[in-house]
């Protein structure tokens, strides 16, 4: 049986089928929220973990036992936010439902705008620890991941140079383009603009100084 091959001028191209399930995912690094601290029911539960943690009998040396110790401290603090979180969240969606029942009745009595009084406090005081969380949430952002820099503001540094950059001077009545001789104009201009003065300075050879002897050094020692 004959086989025949077959000439062509054209490249074999391969093509790969890219993994949708793989995705690079940029590593992050866990913020402790160290308002936690001030809450003692948190307090109490990281004692009681850190007890377990020494009683574990199947931890065999202190690094390990250390690494443990801080991995369920992050997965609680995690859960705690999160629960914290939900119910602040209630308590504000309540507040608005409260107030917003005493507004609508027709007649306010001094109980009910004491009430109001002081679910408006209680909601204020929600919004400042949000608004608080989300500054911090923020900053930690900005430290971790830094201020990317966009095309307009590189155009506009681009502008600013080229604004302040000198072109054309005048050097001896004559307008010069040159930057070789505007550098070295600027240079001579600069060097005798802030080099010391000889005219202004004092002469020292020609000041006759009054020079203490010792009786007079001996009254003013007294």
Known sequence: MSQFL???DHCVIKTLKPDINHRHTQKNYWKFNADLLNVDEYVRAVKALLVEVINDAEIDTFCRRWEYFKYKVRSLSIKFSKTRSNQQREHEIKSFQEINEYYRKAALSDE???????LQTRLDDLLSKRARGAYVRSRAKWI?????DTSYFFGLERRRQEKNKINTLKVNNCKCSDPKVISEEMYQFFSKLYSPKEHLL?????IVYQALFYPEISLLST
């Open 6 to 8: 077959l000439l062509t």
């Open 112 to 118: 009910d705008g004491a009430n109001i009084l002081g």
């Open 144 to 148: 971790e991941q830094g201020e990317k």
């Open 202 to 206: 004092p002469l020292l050879r020609e």
